[in-house]
């Protein structure tokens, strides 16, 4: 798998719910999603947001081209939680996260889910 590839599309699982296509885009944030990418699969168990869901990934980055503004299925990283986050709704966040992807189907999925619910982001 090619790091400098511009976009890279993965697959979202929700276990005993179904799966999202999504993909990730190097553009929007280079470093965040090099970091990402090198950890795949992402795993995780999802908490409620304003406006999404996130899990926490362990990567400890800082801020890169952060923005306070997303829209429905945009995917970011949250540095202040060290998480990242799959937006369902378009959302001014609590503080600034580096967008680095987006869900391209299914985000219908993640409405309704419970607190602990288990995600997997992988290559597709």
Known sequence: MDESQ??????????????ASGEFIRFSAPLTY????????????LHPQPG?????????????????????GEIAYWPMQDAVVIYTRDTKTYSPVNTFGRVT????????LRSGAKIRIELA
């Open 105 to 112: 189907e299914n985000l219908e999925l993640f409405s309704g």
């Open 6 to 19: 511009s976009r890279i599309p993965v697959r979202i699982i929700l276990p005993g719910v179904g799966e």
């Open 52 to 72: 999404g869901y996130s899990f926490i990934v362990g990567i400890r980055r800082g801020m890169e081209k952060a923005v306070n503004s997303v829209k429905a």
């Open 34 to 45: 090099r970091v990402l990418i090198s950890k795949m699969p992402l795993d995780g168990r």
